[in-house]
Structures are given as structure tokens and as C-alpha cells.
């Protein structure tokens, strides 16, 4: 197997595993501590984020471009490049910790609504919780650095690892303690090893220095003009992206935002697990194209992502009633179908550009994404507010789709013309077009299956998604697929079976 496919390998299965736990661990929460404790943890994964991003400096995108293209050629500058890195984010999360102490006890009451969770505890909880999610800035940093050295099974055995950890730590921790504070400083001490584990395997590569502080003009003045868009775009895409969550904190319970959190986090986990092909893949088409053979390395790529897609978004919204009916109960269950539905749709579409948009990084053009960014914050924005107000999580569920369209209309004329070769974008939305209605003609007929028998059954759910996936990937592989990649899946099939035969 190629170095870009056992990348994309262990970058899905990694996902794919913590799709699993994601569900187990909300279990466990909700049944011991209620609605209100996985309210508070997904708002503090949001906020977090926001945070973090306010403060990622466009870092992360910048050194997984830098060590890809520079680790083998010019060792130095890219030890000089992470040093400066490690340095302001060491300083943000400092200062970020602080913000969030302080600014807690005001959010409780004015934006977060907490109805069974004593005020003082879940003060302390959301401070411990939002520490957590700021440590995000260093972890985001060292994951950066193995993905440029495409040591992508490291980075991902590393995230699984805490991840089962944490889980796992969490049923003793309840079973033990049923603390919501207890529960929330396992989570802080688990984000804190995993952060010394991934700094251990940087140093490894690159040598302890890159941990002493101090920040190299040069370095940073190389990569000034690509990481400022890459922030840009950074910090816009994380408001716009997640501002349905805080918009929903505010409008409604803390507890409505740990249903529809979980329902969030799982689609984000299968979007994740497609965005983790094009991050493996984004190494690759940076030296692509200082090769001259980008356009070669986008079809296959593009073509990988988008007929995976489809099937990994249809699966979770098919299970999602009986699986959410298993972690909370059949009437939270059926409030999230609509809204889970609309999120899956939305990141298949999220998927359909993803390639694009990497493609725009390996070529240094990350200002189409920031612009987008820039323009989305202020359309989507006020849309948002008014769909979450009049249907609440299904118009945070809708205003993911309202945010694609959007990015079809501006960013992807923009990606072709100036990344992809002048492709034609007209070429481009036919594509994606033919995607959508063979998507429609094989899924269709299923969905209405289920919702004509109202079945909750896994099995027989499961049954009816086999039959629509296997026309999906018929006639994606008839209308959709390009030529190059119908070659490479007759030659994969051929060595499979070759290999078979002769043992």
C-alpha cells in the first residue's frame, strides 16, 4: 500500500473508533449525570474552539504545508518554524486559561440556562471543561507536525489512545466518585498526557529544541502572508461553523444543546473521518504540485472522498433512531432526526469541496476560504439566528446547508479558476450534481421504506442501508467516477484478487 493510502487508512479507522466511543462516553454521562453535565462539556468543546481558533494564528495549516514541502531539504528552518509556533501557543493557552476562569460565573445564568445542576458546580465544571478544550492549541500543533512528516497512524494512535483512555476513565471515575467536577478534572488530566505524549513524538523527529521558547523572525516572516489567511480562515470557518451551538445555548436549555450535541458531534466525527482522507491526502498535493502533476492527484482523491462520503453520511442518518434511542430515549430520538438528517446533508456537501479546498492550500491560495469566511459571517449569520429562533435544532441543522450553498456559489468558481487548473466550473457542479441524483435515486426509495414502516430495528435498518448502498456505489462508479479512478479500483480489485487466488 502507498504512503498517501496508509495514511488515509489509519486517519479513518482513527475517526471511524471514535465515532464509538463519542456515543458510549454520552451514555455514560447522561445516564449518570443528566442532560445538563453533556450540555455543559459540548458547550465547552464550542467555545473552546472558538478560543482556540481566535488564537491558532493559522499555525496548524501553515506547518503541515511547511514540513511536508521543507522537513527533508531545509531541517533548520522547519525546527525554527515549530519553536516560534510552540511559543505562542504555550502563551495563548496561558492567557486563555485565565479568560475563562474569569468570564465563567457571568456566562452561567445570562447565556448558559443550567435547570438541575447547582449553580456553584456548574461554574467549576464549565471552567474545568473549557481548560480542557484550550489545550487544543499545543495538541493541534504537534498533530500538525506528524501530519507534515506523514506519520499519520502516530497522530491518530495518539487521539484514539486519550480518547479510550478518557472514556474508559470516565466509567471508573462515576462509578467511583459520580462527580461532575471529578469528571471534568479526568477530562483536563487526560488532555494534558496527550499533549506531553505527541510533544515526545515531535522531539523525537525534530530534537528537544523545538520545546525551548523563543520565536525566529525569519521563520515566521516566511509563512506571514499564508498563515494570516490561514488564520483568517481558521477563525471565521470555526464561528460560522459552530455558531448554531452557541446560538442554540442561548434560545434554549443547556440540556436541548446536549441532545442535539451529540447528534452534532457524531455527524462532525463522520465528517471528520472524510476530512481526515483530504488531510492525509494534502502532503501529497502540496509536492503534486511542485511536481507539475496536481490535477492527477485531485481526481483520485476527490473521487475517493466523495463516493465514501455518501455512504458514511446515509449510515448515520439511517441509525440514527435506534442508536440515540439506546443513549438517551425514543422521544429525544425522534426530535434529532430532522436535525441529524440536515447536518448529514450538509457535510456531504462539506465533502464535495473539501478536495478543493485543500487543493487551494497546496497551491497558496488560502485567501478564496478566508473570503468566504468573511462574507458567510455576515450572511449566515443573521440567518442563523432566525432559524434556530423559529425551528430551533433543525435550523441549526439548516443553516449547515444554507452555509454550502453559499460556499458553492463563491468559493467554487474561484477554486477552479485559480487552483484547479481552470477547470471549468461548470464541469464541477455537474459532477456534483450527478453525485447528488444518484445519491437521491439509490437512498430515496430506502428512506421512505423506513419511514413508511416507522422499523427501529438496527437489523433491519441495516439490511434496507446495504441494498441502497450497494446501487449508490453502482452507480457512482457507472456516472460519477472518473476514468483514472475507475482504472485504479479495477487495478486494486485485480491484485486483491490475485493475491487471493494464489494462496
Partial sequence: ??????????????????????FVAAKVIHRQLGLDVLGLYFFSLVAGAVLTAALEFGLSST?????????????????????????????????????????????????????????????????????????????????????????????????????????????????????????????LTTAVVSIVIAARACTAALGIAILVPGIRRDAVRRTRRFAGYAMLTSLLATVVTRIDRLILSSFLPIAALGSYG??????????????????????????????????????????????????????????????????????????????????????????????????????????????????????????TIVLVSTLGSAGAGASWIVYHLLAYAYATPRFCRHCLDQMSPWVWYQRVGKLLAVTGLAYGPVWAVLVWTDS????????????????FLAGAYGFVASEGFRTLIRTSLASIWSTVTCR
Avoid at 92 to 116: K, M, N, T, Y
Avoid at 350 to 368: C, F, V
Avoid at 456 to 471: H, Q
Wanted: aromatic residues 8%; proline residues 4%; hydrophobic residues 50%.
Fill in 1 to 22: 500500500m502507498s504512503r498517501v493510502g496508509k495514511n488515509i487508512l489509519h486517519n479513518v479507522l482513527g475517526q471511524g473508533a471514535l465515532i464509538v466511543v463519542s
Fill in 262 to 383: 451529540l447528534g452534532q458531534t457524531a455527524v462532525s466525527k463522520g465528517q471528520g473521518m472524510v476530512n481526515s482522507i483530504s488531510t492525509a491526502g494534502y502532503p501529497a498535493l502540496a509536492k503534486a504540485y511542485r511536481a507539475g502533476s496536481l490535477m492527477e492527484r485531485y481526481h483520485k482523491l476527490d473521487d475517493l472522498i466523495c463516493i465514501l462520503a455518501v455512504p458514511l453520511f446515509a449510515a448515520i442518518a439511517i441509525a440514527e433512531e435506534p442508536l440515540f434511542t439506546y443513549v438517551f430515549d425514543s422521544k429525544i430520538s425522534r426530535s434529532l432526526q430532522l436535525p441529524v438528517l440536515l447536518l448529514c446533508v450538509g457535510s456531504l456537501m462539506n465533502a464535495t469541496i473539501s478536495t478543493s479546498y485543500a487543493s487551494s492550500l497546496a497551491t497558496g491560495k488560502p485567501e478564496i476560504a478566508a473570503r468566504l469566511n468573511m462574507i458567510a459571517a455576515v450572511v449566515i449569520l443573521p440567518i
Fill in 63 to 187: 506547518i503541515v504545508r511547511e514540513v511536508a514541502a521543507h522537513a527533508d531539504d531545509e531541517p533548520d528552518y522547519v525546527r525554527a518554524l515549530v519553536r516560534s509556533a510552540w511559543t505562542v501557543y504555550a502563551g495563548s493557552v496561558a492567557v486563555l486559561g485565565i479568560v475563562c476562569w474569569v468570564l465563567v460565573p457571568l456566562a452561567i445564568g445570562r447565556w448558559v440556562d443550567v435547570e438541575q445542576l447547582p449553580r456553584d458546580e456548574a461554574v467549576m465544571v464549565l471552567r474545568i471543561f473549557l481548560i480542557s478544550a484550550v489545550l487544543n492549541l499545543p495538541r493541534l500543533l504537534f498533530t500538525s507536525v506528524l501530519q507534515g512528516l506523514q506519520r499519520f497512524g502516530t497522530s491518530n494512535l495518539i487521539a484514539l489512545g486519550a480518547s479510550l483512555v478518557q472514556q474508559g476513565g470516565t466509567l471508573v471515575v462515576l462509578t467511583w466518585s459520580g462527580s461532575a467536577v471529578v469528571l471534568a478534572g479526568w477530562y
Fill in 456 to 471: 427501529t430495528s438496527l437489523v433491519a435498518r441495516g439490511c434496507v442501508y446495504a441494498l441502497g448502498t450497494s446501487l
